[in-house]
């Protein structure tokens, strides 16, 4: 790899055959970092050198996590690889990509069991969070459901429609059947753009306001309404639509 390979992956033309990750001062080393300062600290490489826990020869973890980012684009289009893809990619191999794929399901059941132990939603952010690791990856846009009690504790989540990557059809005379299925008190309202723009278009809009009519009749609240693409979901109550 030459060095203008070296730059495009974020590596400096020294780093490749810099010293070892231990020979790198306590403060600057990825485990240290983490275990001092906490895992947000870091940086997207160093949390993918946290993982790999080595690099290749003549890189480092951190380098090689660079290198990683770089081909694939961003962090997200990484992660988003399946397992078998990954296993193809350098330094990782059958044995790192199946623990990377089966850490990001921890991730995704943590985050499951946390909207589900009982607690009162009292953060709705945290329901943002939870749709977009359900439906960021999708390649179709999914409309989905939680459904929560008087006290804002969840009952269950579910896909309700599925479409193409243009967009799916959404009822709502189903959505208030399932809510009335599950003596659903409120509800929060989710689904991705496979496009990756975060932003409600005029149908998001108006899909929400018929379905926030139609369910006002059988006494169910919708408290937002994410769009799930690149970055932060988006919330429609922040917006002020709802």
């Not at 770089?70 to 623990?99: H, I, V």
């Not at 990001?104 to 749709?131: F, I, K």
């Not at 932003?199 to 006002?216: H, Y």
């Amino acid at each position: 790899m030459g060095p203008r390979r070296l730059m495009s992956a974020g590596i400096g033309p020294g780093e490749a055959g810099a010293m070892h990750i231990h020979d790198w001062p306590e403060g600057e080393r990825p485990r240290e970092k983490l275990l001092a300062l906490g895992a947000a600290r870091l940086s997207d490489a160093e949390l993918l050198a946290v993982f790999l826990g080595s690099g290749l020869r003549g890189q480092s973890a951190v380098a090689l996590g660079r290198r990683l980012l770089a081909d694939a684009g961003n962090l997200r289009a990484l992660l988003d690889l399946p397992p078998p893809a990954l296993a193809r990619l350098p330094g990782l191999g059958p044995a790192r990509a199946s623990a990377l794929a089966g850490a990001l399901e921890l991730a995704a059941r943590h985050l499951a069991q946390g909207l589900a132990r009982g607690e009162a939603l009292t953060e709705p952010g945290r329901a943002g969070e939870y749709l977009a690791r359900r439906l960021r990856a999708l390649p179709y846009e999914v409309f989905a459901c939680l459904f929560l009690d008087t006290r804002h504790r969840v009952i269950a989540f579910e896909e309700l429609f599925r479409g193409t990557l243009d967009g799916a059809e959404v009822h709502p005379r189903e959505v208030v059947q399932r809510c009335l299925a599950h003596h659903a008190a409120a509800v929060i309202l989710g689904h991705n753009h496979p496009s990756g723009s975060p932003e409600p278009s005029a149908a998001d809009r108006a899909v929400t306001a018929r379905l926030k009519q139609a369910l006002a009749l059988v006494e169910v609240r919708v408290l937002d309404h994410f769009i799930i693409g690149d970055g932060a979901p988006c919330s429609m109550a922040r917006l002020g639509a709802l």
